[in-house]
């Protein structure tokens, strides 16, 4: 236990440090999007990994993020932090609209149902006009300010806003593992039955770890708004989005507090690199190398990588 | 835990090899392209394009082309171009960050690209954010050059020029064959694309005066199109204008002939009716289609300078040149001759050339008249689309008529008669 805390401070020290010593643009836009994904893996894990839902319609929070956070600033001049807000109560009432019907179904059944909300959303924003529709969304370009959530010369802020927003995301992680609400939801997982047995209502905690899940995931979506400064249905609410972050899951480690983090770490630098140093002569070599990666991983350690460093401890 | 720390310092190294230092004598243009992804085989083709451009400046030939007779820059002491590509795979985050790439790391003068309207969003935002020039060659999103950039310049003719062009037409079909038909009714397909057409084609049929009897949009992945093709032909228009992609525009003309509905004329935009595919499989069925286009390969007909770039491009590549090469290679011949003027690699050097550029009409292989940038959008004004038509599935230029190659086929004849 102790090692483990000495590790974390070590890694969050790096994570720290990394722009500091790393000036330009293109590593720490790396850290971002790893640090980004890891978040929202994290948001995945509380519902897809620790309560056993599979949700293939993680994207709509993302996007439901992303949009109110737009809409807000472009059409009410109101600021993105508020906008962060008010896209997590959309994102819960989401959940809740979703959940209360799909949890009562079992196992691949609520993953498909998931996957059909995903792309409603995709539809409903890609022909409502005042979302912008189709075309999407332009942020306006504002002076940068913290207010604003507008970073122009340097991507520090950026950095430091979702190095807070990742570390949080673990800490609500951290306390989710460690709470009631955690095991009542590995119960769930493991044994529904039994768990409904022993009188938890299964429906109401699978409700709140999925509203979590929205949360943590809507909270990405306004930051990935703000950062690149322009959303369409596409970038924000694909399906590929939530299949990449189930995909993050199973490489890190289902449902293990740092499963999301080391697929992240693992999975979005694989995807940058190879892309920068293979893909630019457009082969498609990079791709290739990836999902030969995936395979292996599979057949080797189907648990994760979390289970190389825990040296095979891991259930 | 160990092994998680030295994860961590394995993964810093590989970053230490991102910097290298360059030659000066050469000038970098970043290209960003869907190299991999859905539109991956455009992506190449489009690089194709821009190298064969950079190749035609970096050699001697004899075209009436600007810096196509020197080697490679004269103002700049014989300077060569070197293309440095990006693959953004479609994605509008990787866009920004291989613009940020290119610009800070491969330290590249300009960059071409994108392709995909909403990447180009991205990535131009990053070019002026570092001012860096941004010559986008085929995005057509109106919106990109209404966000009143000062380091963005568009050769191409956007959505709305080219949805105008269709009421250009009929207006010179009144005038020259005395042929006046409406009403028109729109039959588009759901998402951007046609959602996106819709809007201007409204907006120009209200300002040229031509009445829409009805709308019908539907779902672009449909597996049949019977009812909808009743309700348009409820509508009894004359003329249809229709956006789809390859599949519905094969199902569409398949329902047309069941239900034997022939309106004077289907007006395409491009899409689905210019796909290779789509007089492959329908073939006599496709005949008498008219669609907008931004290049064909019978240009070459008026213009002869456009068959021997076309050849030269076959030859590299082996494909025949289309509009999205000729467009990719037009804004790399714009951009270097832009560099050359500034005399210097300096950013705001080039951008002054870039607003200087005035390129007539001979020197080019599109059918624009020239290129001129606008000073406050960056959107070259000159650019204009053509309209072609399908016969013996062949595409014709026959719009405008100077650069037609057959006579327009009109009205659309009735299936029994063909």
Redesign the interface.
């Known amino acids: 236990m102790k090692k483990g805390l000495i590790a974390l401070i070590i890694f969050l020290g790096a994570l720290v440090a990394f722009p500091l010593i790393f000036q330009d643009p293109f590593p720490r836009h790396t850290l971002i999007m790893i640090m980004l994904y890891a978040a929202m893996g994290i948001g995945w894990n509380i519902i897809g990994g620790y309560t056993g839902q599979v949700s293939f319609g993680n994207a709509a929070f993302f996007g439901v993020g992303a949009y109110a956070t737009a809409i807000m600033l472009v059409n009410f001049g109101i600021t993105p932090w508020l906008g962060m807000l008010v896209g997590c109560v959309f994102s819960v009432a989401l959940a809740i609209i979703v959940g209360y019907p799909c949890f009562r179904l079992q196992g691949h059944y609520f993953a498909i149902a998931t996957i059909a909300v995903g792309e409603i959303m995709l539809l409903v924003f890609t022909n409502w006009e005042y979302a912008g529709a189709a075309v999407g969304i332009y942020m306006p370009i504002l002076p940068e300010s913290f207010m604003n959530f507008e970073f122009h010369t340097s991507k520090l802020p950026y950095y430091y806003i979702i190095l807070v927003i990742f570390v949080a995301a673990i800490g609500v992680c951290w306390f989710f593992e460690r709470s009631r609400l955690g095991y009542y939801c590995r119960a769930i997982k493991e044994d529904p039955d039994g768990a409904r047995s022993l009188g938890i209502n299964i429906q109401r905690y699978k409700m709140i770890a999925f509203s979590i899940s929205a949360i943590i995931t809507s909270i990405c979506g306004t930051f990935y708004a703000q950062y690149v400064l322009y959303i369409h249905p596409t970038s924000t609410m694909d399906l590929m989005m939530s299949i990449q972050l189930c995909i993050i899951c199973l490489i890190g480690g289902l449902g293990k507090l740092y499963g999301p983090v080391i697929g992240a770490f693992v999975f979005i630098p694989l995807t940058e690199l190879t892309r920068v140093y293979l893909g630019s002569e457009g082969q498609g070599v990079d791709l290739m190398i990836y999902s030969m990666l995936i395979i292996i991983l599979a057949i080797w350690r189907p648990q994760g990588l979390w289970a190389i460093f825990t040296k095979g401890t891991a259930k | 835990?160990k092994?998680?720390?030295q994860?961590?310092c394995m993964?810093?190294l590989?970053?230490s090899f991102?910097?290298l230092a360059y030659a000066q004598d050469e000038i970098r243009i970043g290209v960003i392209?869907p190299?991999?992804g859905p539109a991956?085989s455009t992506?190449?083709v489009l690089?194709e394009g821009v190298r064969l451009a950079a190749d035609i400046v970096n050699t001697k030939n004899n075209l009436n082309m600007p810096l196509a007779k020197t080697i490679g820059l004269p103002n700049l002491k014989g300077a060569k171009i070197k293309i440095?590509?990006?693959?953004h795979?479609g994605?509008?985050?990787?866009g920004?960050?291989e613009a940020?790439?290119l610009i800070?790391?491969e330290k590249v003068v300009a960059i071409i690209g994108c392709y995909n309207s909403?990447i180009t969003?991205?990535a131009s935002?990053a070019a002026e954010?570092y001012g860096i020039p941004f010559v986008n060659d085929s995005s057509t999103?109106p919106?990109l050059t209404e966000?009143g950039f000062k380091w963005f310049f568009r050769t191409t003719p956007n959505d709305d020029l080219l949805s105008e062009n269709f009421f250009h037409f009929l207006n010179d079909m009144k005038k020259k064959k005395k042929i006046n038909a409406n009403p028109i009714a729109l039959f588009n397909e759901?998402?951007?694309?046609g959602?996106?057409s819709r809007k201007y084609q409204e907006k120009y049929a209200a300002k040229y005066g031509y009445p829409i009897s009805g709308v019908v949009l539907y779902p672009a992945k449909s597996t049949q199109l019977t009812s909808e093709i009743q309700k348009l032909k409820s509508y009894n228009p004359r003329i249809v204008m229709q956006t789809s992609y390859i599949a519905d525009a094969i199902l569409s003309m398949k329902g047309y002939k069941e239900l034997n509905f022939a309106p004077d004329a289907i007006l395409a935009n491009n899409a689905g009716f210019i796909d290779p595919e789509f007089t492959k499989s329908l073939g006599k069925d496709a005949n008498f289609i008219l669609s907008r286009e931004v290049w064909a390969k019978d240009l070459a007909l008026k213009k002869p300078m456009i068959k021997t770039i076309a050849d030269m491009f076959q030859k590299r590549t082996g494909k025949s040149m289309d509009g999205s090469s000729s467009r990719a290679f037009t804004a790399t011949i714009v951009l270097a001759d832009a560099i050359n003027r500034a005399k210097s690699t300096e950013p705001a050097k080039i951008r002054q050339a870039l607003l200087e550029t005035n390129m007539k009409a001979d020197q080019l292989i599109m059918p624009w008249d020239g290129v001129k940038f606008d000073a406050k959008t960056g959107q070259n004004m000159q650019g204009k689309g053509i309209i072609v038509q399908v016969q013996n599935g062949e595409y014709y230029t026959v719009w405008p008529f100077n650069l037609a190659t057959k006579d327009v086929v009109w009205p659309f004849p009735k299936w029994e008669k063909r």
Do not use: V
Request: proline fraction near 4%.
């Open positions: 835990m092994k998680l720390f994860g961590f993964f810093l590989l970053f991102t910097s392209f190299l991999t991956a992506g190449q690089l440095i590509p990006g693959d795979q994605k509008p985050e990787i920004m960050a940020e790439r800070t790391q909403g969003a991205t935002q954010r999103s919106s966000r759901n998402t951007l694309f959602t996106d």
